[in-house]
């Protein structure tokens, strides 16, 4: 099921998610239908808070050899390098702004049943881990971002490679 994806400006997506607790079938239907609404809005990521649910769920799909990737209370536990680029959000459609994030970001995390396990991501899907784990503690891109990019930079971006 599609879920709404709240916008900036929604006071959830400032708060601070508690961890899941439980790994039932509440948890499964939650993550099939984060996956469904991020597929549905051609995103990358979505956090639980983006749909009005406080909890540390994130779905995470860039396209990848790793396709769907659910994390339950994911923990960033290494981190290497650095990259910059334009980064998006679906809770803040048609802006984008230029984020410095690492480049290489180890998490740990629970599956859906429970179990722990670690994932190393480099490029956007380290990004992705970033950006959507800040999610759970009410961080929005927007609040990390060096500027602002408007259609004539990325433009120019374009023409500079």
């Given at each position: 099921m599609v879920r709404k994806i709240l916008e900036l400006g929604d006071e959830n997506l400032r708060k601070t998610c508690k961890p899941m607790p439980k790994f039932d079938l509440r948890l499964w239907l939650l993550l099939r239908d984060m996956a469904d609404t991020m597929y549905d809005a051609e995103g990358v990521g979505l956090a639980a808070p983006q749909v009005g649910i406080l909890r540390?769920?994130?779905?995470?799909?860039?396209?990848?050899?790793?396709?769907?990737?659910?994390?339950?209370?994911?923990?960033?536990?290494?981190?290497?390098?650095?990259?910059?680029?334009?980064?998006?959000?679906?809770?803040?459609?048609?802006?984008r702004g230029y984020v410095v994030r690492p480049n290489k970001v180890t998490v740990r995390a629970q599956d859906r049943k429970g179990k722990w396990f670690e994932i190393t991501g480099e490029g956007l899907l380290a990004r992705a881990f970033c950006h959507e784990i800040d999610h759970l503690d009410g961080i929005i891109y927007v609040d990390k971002m060096d500027h602002e990019i408007f259609d004539d930079d990325q433009e120019k971006t374009q023409e500079e490679k």
């Open positions: 540390r769920v994130v779905v995470i799909d860039v396209g990848d050899e790793h396709g769907l990737i659910e994390l339950v209370n994911p923990q960033i536990i290494a981190t290497e390098g650095e990259q910059a680029g334009s980064e998006g959000c679906l809770s803040v459609p048609g802006r």
